[in-house]
């Protein structure tokens, strides 16, 4: 018999006054009820209640434990709304990992609109281009853009997303259009560089298998927005995700080549630790950011 069900049978009987009348609250016989107030006693060795057939009087002992209990069992039930109404209501710390560019961008500038709508929710973010661990680091939600996902976690689409090679009108004009992938060593590529300098390749899909093509150029750096900048200002070609360039295809200032190639999928997505009930602050900034990356013109602006 567990603790929390012998001190729920003592505030019962000591607040209806009579094991029968408490018994019927209860749904069990006055019986068994009873046994639970002896295992109470038993338990904490002191005698709570003195008990006749008519009569039920509160020890000293008992008097004071029956204050304790009282709160207690306040408390547990203000802790279970509490825990019970964040499955509906979004409270509390919400954690949230995002690619630095992407974050700064198409994460964080909604948050002001997200708290305003629920102002019993704290956001705090950590824009990032290194993958965090969610669990590890303590994070209700990360933003990620393509790659695998580790399949403990839960992965929600929010847009759909390529990763593109793309460049000015003007570069093509003056060192032509590459059509195969052996005819990036003829450009000069803007690589994304990684610590200590090696450079990370482009990866595509050819014949149906992935394929990592190496990216040289007299430019590298390891912050996209200036590989960006640099491919704007035609300095080179540049491997970018579309939710980046949206708005210079449509106006043509870019221009993509190599499409064939592209990765079919390169998403982007909410991930979060699978678990039982997610928090209705995690959901609900989740339909947030998919509801906001669903309109028409959202990418274009």
Known sequence: MDKLTQIEAFVEVAEKGSLVRAALGQHITPVMLGRRIDALEKRL??????????????????????????????????????????????????????????????????????????????????????????????YDVGIRIGGVIDPSFVAVKLASNRRVVCGTPEYFERHGIPRTLDDLANHN???????????????FQDQGKQ?????????????????????????GLAWRSSWEIQAQLASGELITVLDDYALPQYDIMAVYPQQRHLPAKVRFFIDMLKEVYARPDYWLK
């Open 211 to 235: 394929v990592t093509v190496r990216a040289d150029g007299n430019l590298n750096c390891n912050d996209g927005e200036l590989l960006h900048r640099w491919a704007t200002e035609g300095l």
């Open 45 to 138: 060795g002191v005698k709570l209640m003195h008990r006749t057939t008519r009569h039920l009087t509160l020890t000293e002992q008992g008097t004071l434990y029956l204050d304790h209990c009282r709160k207690l069992l306040a408390d547990l039930g203000h802790a279970d709304r509490m825990v019970s109404e964040g499955r509906h209501r979004a409270t509390g710390h919400l954690t949230v990992s995002a690619p630095a560019a992407f974050g700064r961008k198409h994460v964080a500038p909604h948050a002001a609109g997200f708290v305003r709508a629920h102002p019993d929710v704290q956001i705090s973010f950590n824009l990032t281009d290194r993958v965090v661990d969610l669990v590890r680091d303590g």
């Open 189 to 203: 590529c803007l690589a994304f560089n990684l610590q200590g300098g090696q450079q990370r390749g482009w990866y």
